[in-house]
Structure formats: structure tokens, C-alpha cells
């Protein structure tokens, strides 16, 4: 069997698996700016967090602009280049970010005593939840990975 026969076999993911992710990978960082905004000063626990949401969104739809665009001669490499920087950035600030939110688990949502104890409940629980979906995901992407290997070493 020839090399472009073998890439025909190889499954591609379902259409509506594919419409999904991206829906997803389009709100969340909309969702991570909002939250992050709304809720800037309510976590004196943990300061950052607010922060790093804000962050965190607006360097994931830069990420996502940079996939839509095309990918010519003349800008290829630029893109690539610039698409690796980014992607190496979101990397390091997600290791920051799970250093923030996982060394508080699980703060004093209640505003009645000691400032320094409390983070807002929806903040708090947001940024916590975005994490584990990264997690979730991550799993989900490398157990659908050793299936696809799987099937392509079976026949």
C-alpha cells in the first residue's frame, strides 16, 4: 500500500466532534475574559487568579486568529513562529496558573471574616473548572489517539 492510500484509511474525527471543540475552544476564552473582568479585585486570597483568566483569554483567541489564517509563502513561517511563541507562553502561564488556583484549594467563599482567606465562590470555582476541563480533554485527546494507533497496527 502506497503512502498516500495509507493517509486515505487513516479515520478522521466526526464532523459534529470537530464543530463542537471549536464552539468550545471559541467561548471559553471569551467566557475566561469576562469572568476575569467582572470579578478583578473579589479574591484577595489569591490575587492572580482573576488575572490569570484574563490572561489566559485573551492569549487563547489570539491562538485560535492565528489558526484561521492563511498560511502563504510569504507568512507562513511568520505565523508558524509566532503561533509556537504563543503556544509556549500559554503553556508557562497555565503551569503558573494551576500553581494558583490548586495552593488554595478550596478557599473561604464567605466575605464575613478574615479578607485574606476569601475568593469570590463563582471566580474561584470557574477557574478552578476550566482547569479540569483542560485536564478532561487532554485525557480524552491522548485515549482517542492510542485507539486510532491501535486500530491503524491491527489492519
Request: hydrophobic share 45%; glycine share 4%.
Amino acid at each position: 500500500m502506497s503512502e498516500s492510500e495509507e493517509r486515505r484509511h487513516i479515520r478522521r474525527p466526526p464532523a459534529a466532534i470537530i464543530v463542537c471543540a471549536q464552539v468550545i475552544m471559541s467561548i471559553l476564552p471569551i467566557a475566561q475574559l469576562v469572568v476575569g473582568a467582572v470579578y478583578q479585585k473579589d479574591c484577595p486570597r489569591q490575587p492572580y487568579i482573576p488575572i490569570y483568566l484574563l490572561v489566559m483569554g485573551v492569549f487563547s483567541l489570539l491562538t485560535n486568529m492565528l489558526s484561521f489564517l492563511p498560511c502563504s509563502a510569504s507568512f507562513g513561517n511568520l505565523v508558524k513562529t509566532l503561533s509556537f511563541f504563543v503556544s509556549l507562553f500559554i503553556f508557562c502561564w497555565f503551569i503558573a496558573g494551576n500553581v494558583w488556583i490548586y495552593s488554595i484549594y478550596e478557599p473561604n467563599y464567605n466575605n464575613t471574616g478574615s479578607m485574606d482567606t476569601y475568593c469570590n465562590k463563582t471566580l474561584y470555582l470557574f477557574a478552578f473548572w476550566t482547569n479540569n476541563l483542560f485536564y478532561i480533554l487532554l485525557g480524552f485527546s491522548i485515549l482517542s489517539s492510542c485507539c486510532t494507533c491501535l486500530q491503524c497496527a491491527a489492519g
